[in-house]
């Protein structure tokens, strides 16, 4: 797989979590994990993290 190829799939894969991660905002989805519920706020730095991802790679994937 050529880092073009692969820096184009990151770059999608990051921005659907994103994506899910802006809708868990929007619709105010729950999560439960092994009985912890986990706070709203680590949903607003996935979206940051996983945009700031999806950003770079795809715009490696676009100079690469």
Same mark, same amino acid.
Request: overall charge positive.
């Given at each position: 797989?050529?880092?073009?190829?692969?820096?184009?799939?990151?770059?999608? =894969?990051? &921005?659907?979590? /994103?994506? #899910?991660? !802006?809708?868990?905002?929007?619709?105010?989805?729950?999560?439960? =994990?092994? &009985?912890?519920? /986990?706070? #709203?706020? !680590?949903?607003?730095?996935?979206?940051?993290?996983?945009?700031?991802?999806?950003?770079?790679?795809?715009?490696?994937?676009?100079?690469?």
């Amino acid at each position: 797989m050529s880092s073009k190829t692969f820096s184009l799939a990151a770059g999608i =894969i990051f &921005g659907l979590v /994103a994506l #899910m991660h !802006i809708l868990r905002i929007a619709m105010g989805w729950e999560v439960t =994990i092994g &009985g912890w519920m /986990a706070p #709203m706020w !680590i949903s607003w730095l996935g979206v940051v993290v996983a945009g700031v991802l999806s950003f770079s790679g795809l715009r490696l994937a676009r100079a690469g």
